[in-house]
Nanobody, 123 residues
Framework: QVQLVESGGGLVQPGGSLRLSCAASGPIFRVNVMSWYRQAPGEQRELVAVIAVGAGSTNYADSVKGRFTISRDNSKNTVYLQMNNLNPEDTAVYYC????????????????WGQGTQVTVSS
């Protein structure tokens, strides 16, 4: 079973920075796309940033453009989210998402989610 393990969340003051990591493991043939989503209390889960693992192309939610950067290390099947100039509106549980082609099913890609990591921005 493919697993996504996130790390790097925590409490930070407004204006501060955090770096989230998400490592994919298991019977992976190829990781195609990796994304970060977030969900604040009482809100729907929203897409924050996405990266095409092969090409490296990225896209961001308007609310984080210029502050957040998504990157990947293909050799480790890991994606990062560098978050700068954080504000209280960024407080949420951040989830990693991956579209993966597995060894047992080369013609299909499956979606996986991490368990989530809490980011709290508060003074």
């Amino acid at each position: 079973q493919v697993q996504l393990v996130e790390s790097g969340g925590g409490l930070v003051q407004p204006g501060g920075s955090l770096r989230l990591s998400c490592a994919a493991s298991g019977p992976i043939f190829r990781v195609n796309v990796m994304s970060w989503y977030r969900q604040a209390p009482g809100e729907q889960r929203e897409l924050v940033a996405v990266i095409a693992v092969g090409a490296g192309s990225t896209n961001y939610a308007d609310s984080v453009k210029g502050r957040f950067t998504i990157s990947r290390d293909n050799s480790k099947n890991t994606v990062y989210l560098q978050m700068n100039n954080l504000n209280p509106e960024d407080t949420a549980v951040y989830y990693c998402n991956a579209l993966v082609t597995t060894i047992s099913s080369l013609s299909t890609q499956y979606q996986y989610w991490g368990q989530g990591t809490q980011v709290t921005v508060s003074s």
